[in-house]
């Protein structure tokens, strides 16, 4: 993916615009940190654009996190990622790939996740209402738990782009109903779950279902939806 | 994506899940696992319409699916 690239305030089209969320000036130059850019390389990405608003120390901690789950699952080696600045309302962190395949980015809204220790205070008060999965506590999990969900979802875009590559031929949503209902079924059967063990936003869609899910296996506390996603990645890795 | 609670999901009586209808299931047959209910007040509708509305960027001339 060529946006933004050595450019400033390449210009976006935000589409579906009753939504809520507000995606803009997506990307932009180059990060001018190279500690940031080498740890970034090391961790998987291609590039880093548009992200010098966010705190180092920050931006050190998130990538640090993609790192180590890098490691254990291999989505960015298995679909080109960038990591890419974004400004705009209503959200934080985000993913996005090309309906058509290529290169997946994980998007940072500049504002959101300036500082770490923010982003933990906002996921502890998300989890305590329930509309995000629990964590163990412990600050680092909460700072992390945004891009932990994120990672999720580029984990789910690769798994779904292997399994075409496969010859799998439904289309994602059914690929993403599929899955939901083979982790739903270990976390019922398996652990005891039920709707109180799914936070809120995990019920939104079979997306965000897999994204929370994930959050919660990787977050130090699992529920019986985290402990079912664990399981199932066992056995459905790239 | 990681986004704001929204407004709708305020009152537990202004959207129904399956679990309301005695479904075991997570999601309706449309595949999302909230619907508003027709009586709730029109800023909890318009919540719960802007909270299901696509994103998607355009950058390039390629339209991204955002999650």
């Given at each position: 993916?060529s946006y933004?690239?050595e450019?400033?305030n390449?210009?976006t089209?935000?589409?579906g615009?009753?939504?809520?969320?507000?995606?803009?000036?997506?990307?932009g130059p180059?990060?001018?940190?190279?500690?940031?850019?080498?740890l970034?390389q090391?961790?998987?990405?291609?590039?880093v654009?548009?992200?010098d608003?966010?705190?180092t120390?920050?931006?050190?901690?998130?990538i640090?996190r993609i790192?180590q789950?890098e490691r254990e699952?291999g989505?960015l080696?298995?679909?080109p990622t960038?990591?890419?600045g974004?400004g705009?309302?209503?959200?934080a962190?985000?993913?996005?790939y090309?309906?058509?395949?290529?290169?997946a980015t994980?998007?940072?809204?500049r504002?959101a996740?300036?500082?770490?220790?923010?982003?933990?205070?906002?996921?502890?008060?998300?989890?305590e209402s329930?509309f995000?999965?629990?964590?163990d506590?412990?600050?680092?999990s909460?700072?992390n738990y945004?891009?932990?969900?994120?990672y999720g979802h580029l984990?789910e875009?690769a798994?779904?782009?292997?399994?075409?590559?496969?010859?799998y031929t439904?289309t994602?949503?059914?690929?993403?109903?599929?899955v939901f209902r083979q982790?739903?079924?270990i976390?019922?059967?398996?652990?005891g779950?039920?709707s109180?063990?799914l936070?809120?936003?995990?019920?939104y869609?079979?997306a965000e279902f897999f994204?929370?899910?994930?959050a919660?296996?990787?977050?130090g506390?699992?529920?019986a939806?985290?402990r079912a996603?664990?399981?199932w990645?066992?056995?459905?890795?790239l | 994506?990681i986004?704001?609670?929204?407004?709708?999901?305020?009152n537990?009586d202004w959207y129904?899940?399956p679990?309301?209808?005695?479904s075991?299931?997570?999601?309706?047959d449309?595949g999302?696992?909230?619907?508003i209910?027709?009586?709730?007040?029109e800023e909890?509708?318009?919540?719960?319409?802007?909270?299901?509305a696509?994103?998607v960027?355009?950058a390039?001339?390629?339209?991204?699916?955002v999650?």
């Amino acid at each position: 993916m060529s946006y933004g690239r050595e450019r400033n305030n390449e210009k976006t089209k935000l589409l579906g615009i009753s939504s809520n969320v507000h995606v803009t000036n997506l990307g932009g130059p180059t990060d001018s940190r190279s500690d940031v850019l080498q740890l970034a390389q090391q961790a998987g990405f291609e590039g880093v654009y548009g992200t010098d608003d966010i705190m180092t120390q920050s931006m050190g901690l998130y990538i640090n996190r993609i790192s180590q789950l890098e490691r254990e699952y291999g989505a960015l080696k298995e679909v080109p990622t960038d990591l890419a600045g974004a400004g705009g309302l209503g959200y934080a962190a985000a993913a996005s790939y090309s309906a058509t395949g290529g290169n997946a980015t994980l998007i940072l809204n500049r504002v959101a996740m300036r500082n770490a220790a923010d982003v933990a205070r906002s996921q502890a008060r998300s989890a305590e209402s329930g509309f995000h999965m629990p964590t163990d506590g412990r600050l680092t999990s909460n700072a992390n738990y945004t891009i932990t969900h994120e990672y999720g979802h580029l984990l789910e875009n690769a798994l779904y782009q292997r399994a075409v590559s496969n010859g799998y031929t439904g289309t994602r949503s059914q690929y993403q109903s599929s899955v939901f209902r083979q982790v739903s079924d270990i976390a019922v059967n398996r652990y005891g779950g039920n709707s109180s063990s799914l936070s809120g936003y995990g019920h939104y869609n079979s997306a965000e279902f897999f994204a929370e899910s994930f959050a919660s296996a990787n977050s130090g506390n699992p529920t019986a939806y985290g402990r079912a996603m664990n399981d199932w990645l066992r056995s459905n890795h790239l | 994506m990681i986004r704001e609670e929204p407004y709708f999901m305020q009152n537990r009586d202004w959207y129904t899940t399956p679990d309301d209808f005695g479904s075991d299931d997570v999601f309706f047959d449309d595949g999302r696992g909230y619907h508003i209910r027709d009586d709730a007040p029109e800023e909890a509708k318009r919540s719960y319409d802007e909270f299901y509305a696509d994103v998607v960027v355009v950058a390039d001339g390629k339209a991204l699916t955002v999650v």
